[in-house]
């Protein structure tokens, strides 16, 4: 089992900055890809970015240019700048993460952002 632990968000003015951290415990070894994923009320639920074990990284239209994911494979965490922050992404931030073995997916419990206007 994998237990994430999310942490950084909070309340910012559009054009601002903030940066969320994921520390993940247990099975470390097993985990495959990380990312996070957001859910806004009365939206759909989007991902937001995820990277590979590898490095690769794959982020949505929305974010594209504006968000940076990273991670830090010694320290079992992963990394969301995010820049340039608009009120469209004021949600709830989740980590995630998913087993090599299985392919089972674990989930943080979540960091409110809030960009106000």
């Known amino acids: 089992q994998v237990q994430l632990v999310e942490s950084g968000g909070g309340l910012v003015q559009a054009g601002g900055s903030l940066r969320l951290s994921c520390a993940a415990s247990g099975s470390t070894f097993n985990i495959n890809t990380m990312g996070w994923y957001r859910r806004a009320p009365g939206k759909q639920g989007e991902l937001v970015a995820q990277?590979?074990?590898?490095?690769?990284?794959n982020y949505a239209d929305s974010v594209k240019g504006r968000f940076t994911i990273s991670r830090d494979n010694a320290k079992n965490t992963v990394y969301l700048q995010m820049n340039s922050l608009k009120p469209e992404d004021t949600a709830v931030y989740y980590c995630i993460a998913d087993l090599k073995s299985t392919g089972q997916d674990y989930w943080g419990q979540g960091t409110q952002v809030t960009v106000s206007s």
């Open positions: 990277i590979s074990s590898g490095g690769n990284t």
